[in-house]
């Protein structure tokens, strides 16, 4: 017979870890110590300041765009208005949409971008800020592509992943945003994390 039991359908932590070793009652124990994003500081399309605090006890997906995308973020956008209408009114799910283009991409374009999207509230924020950190928390600790890239089509090159975090600030898994297998996998996972958290 099947065992049914959904503690045993947890999803990974992805990444980098350490091991460190501790005495628990005498004995030296292993402990994992997971890669878990830092702490940061962006503005959103309302001029707004976000932080960690801002997901914190929240789980979020994260992806990385710019406006002016000729490629593939018309298609991740698309595609992540589905994970938005999937948990739309959820109070523990954001997301976080880093533009890499932060020259152009003020809040006042992400603002217009978010409305021509249909995107209201404060569920789905569209972030700007220095260019370096950006890249930075992209390419270190959400384990994607996000950077100025003269020979690229419209001057950048990025991912299009979109990333699952967890509560604790780890990564749980990533998607090919530009398909609707990823997304329809994302969809699933993020209901698969917040079981996790309701037991």
Known sequence: MLNCNNSDNKL?????????KKTVDGKEVVDTIYN??????FVDQNGDTISEAFV?????VTDFFFTTCPTICPVMKR?????????????ELKILSHSIDPEHDTPKVLKQYATDLGIQGNQWLFLTGQKEKIYEIGQKSYMVTAK????AEGGYIH?????L???ERHV????????EEGTQKLIADIQTLLSEYKK
């Open 165 to 167: 975090v967890d509560k």
């Open 159 to 163: 991912s299009g992943a979109f990333i």
């Open 172 to 179: 749980r898994g990533m998607y090919d945003g530009t398909t």
């Open 36 to 41: 878990t994003i830092p702490s940061f500081s």
């Open 148 to 151: 100025k890239e003269q020979s």
């Open 12 to 20: 990974p932590i992805l990444g980098e870890r350490d091991w460190t």
């Open 56 to 60: 914190k006890d929240k789980i979020y």
């Open 79 to 91: 595609q992540m208005i589905k994970v938005y209408h999937a948990y739309e009114g959820n109070p």
